[in-house]
């Protein structure tokens, strides 16, 4: 009887203690929910919109019928009736043109079509071989429109960054979860547990500014983050494959790393400035953690999301990071392809630090 006596005096606080925390409950039983909605949609959804552009071959006088008609199907090309068209076609000049734009990241592919020269009956596709799902979809989608001609002129095949496994895709992607989760784990978390054993309070009565103390907070957390991201570069270099090539690229991927771990470990801070107990902030980070991986592009290109996960993408700097490691370590690409992501990622980092002081003024307070 004493055994079961204890026990149900346990079960009564613990669930007293459970009930007493409805933030926690509410999102214990809405992350499902959001599990179901985010995950559900953003993979595995039908791409659309994929940017090509098309060109003649040269010399030529005119357009030739193959050139028109498969450039209209190509236009109205859906993968199912009742779905939007899959590519946006951009006619250029001149071939010299066209792969500039493919090599800048404008366009995801080129379709050279031949001339009126009766020895050039090849059909070229340089496309960029980077993106999961899109270069076989648009072999595809190129081919059903050129047979839609009556034409059965072959394609060719130019993978301009060669054959690039999923697993060389995705293993970019676990770089910024590495920096989410370390942030997650080893800066936030060990903010709210100084919360909870008073050594914040104990800062408060030393000469340190509140604002010095959520910047050491921030830069302890980005050094972690900058490091759990660097080692993952170095698996994804020994074990997936990758290459880095040059040493301006080594030094652009640790920029990258270092502005983005600037970023989130202030995003995440002050996030976490707000409660008081690991309990609730865990279920809230989890929730961030859903919504910015999912939307980032690590898994799935977001030319496959629906239009409501694609506006989350353009405010997600974990979509920014991402997009700039993939240029240059899958693609070889430069700073003029990836300013606007520094851009990008040095706006957020700027806005997340001063939320996180402002955050954390007013928690003190």
């Known amino acids: 009887m004493t055994l079961i006596k204890g026990a149900i005096a346990i079960f009564r606080r613990d669930i007293k203690k459970f009930i007493s925390t409805p933030y926690v409950i509410v999102f ?21 919109g994929i940017h090509i552009g098309v060109v003649q071959s040269e010399p030529y ?39 500039l734009a493919l090599a800048r990241g404008e366009i ?42 009556g034409a059965t002129k072959p394609l060719a095949i130019n993978q301009i960054y060669g054959k690039i496994e999923y697993f060389q895709f995705f293993g970019v992607g676990v770089i910024v979860m590495a920096i989410f989760m370390t942030t997650m784990m080893g800066g936030a978390f060990a903010l709210i547990r ?20 959520i910047l050491g907070i921030i830069g302890s957390g980005t050094v972690k983050a900058f490091l759990a991201g660097f080692i993952i570069v170095i698996v994804d270099v020994v074990v997936a494959g990758i290459v880095i090539r040059t040493l301006d690229q080594f030094l652009l991927v640790l920029l990258v790393l270092a502005i983005s771990s600037v970023g989130v470990t202030a995003l995440v801070v002050s996030v ?3 409660f008081n107990t690991q309990q609730e902030y865990a279920s809230t980070v989890a929730f961030f953690n859903l919504i ?9 290109p977001p030319q496959g999301m629906p239009d409501w996960l ?6 997600n700097p974990e979509w920014y990071t991402v997009h700039a490691l993939r240029s240059i370590l899958l693609r070889g690409q430069g700073l003029t392809v990836i300013g606007y992501d520094l851009i990008a990622l040095c706006i957020f980092s700027a806005a997340a630090i001063i939320l996180g002081i402002a955050t954390y003024k007013r928690t003190i307070e």
């Open 272 to 274: 976490a400035s707000r």
């Open 28 to 48: 214990t039983l809405f992350m499902p929910i959001m599990y179901l909605v985010i995950f559900g949609n953003a993979i595995g959804g039908t791409i659309t």
């Open 108 to 149: 995801s592919g080129v379709v050279v079509f031949p001339s009126t020269l009766p020895d050039d009956t090849t059909v070229r596709v340089y496309e960029d071989s980077s993106d999961y799902a899109i270069p076989a979809l648009m072999e595809g989608g190129i081919t059903a429109s050129v047979a839609s001609t």
């Open 310 to 315: 694609r506006w989350i993408t353009t405010i």
């Open 61 to 99: 006088t005119v357009e030739t019928p193959l050139f028109a008609q498969s450039v209209e199907a190509l236009r109205n090309f859906r993968s199912a009736a009742d779905k939007p068209t899959v590519f946006d076609v951009t006619i250029y000049p001149d071939e010299n043109t066209a792969k």
């Open 194 to 213: 100084d919360r909870e054993q008073g050594i914040i309070e104990g800062y408060l009565v030393t000469p340190v500014k509140r604002s010095s103390i």
């Open 292 to 300: 910015l991986f999912m939307t980032s592009g690590a898994f799935y």
